[in-house]
């Protein structure tokens, strides 16, 4: 509570753990410049795939332009 940055959020389709929905209610709290990102395929600990480190890098360069 209380951050103003950016943010870059992802999350599995198939995460157990954190259901889907308290993903999305998570990002709509967040204010400010924020990314969503959904995993398809990928559980609460999958995040490590190409879509990872494609969005990682392109939230990245526009936070640090």
């Known amino acids: 509570q209380g951050y103003l940055g950016p943010a870059l959020q992802f999350h599995g389709d198939q995460d157990v753990v954190v259901p889907l929905e ?12 924020k990314r969503f990102v959904l995993l398809p395929g990928r559980g609460h600990n999958g995040a490590l ?8 890098g ?8």
Not at 22 to 33: E, K, T, W, Y
Not at 49 to 56: I, K, R
Not at 58 to 65: K, N, T
């Open 22 to 33: 308290f993903g999305r209610r998570l990002h709509a709290a967040i204010p400010g410049q």
């Open 49 to 56: 795939c190409d879509v990872f480190f494609a969005e990682l």
């Open 58 to 65: 392109e939230f990245l360069d526009q936070v640090l332009e």
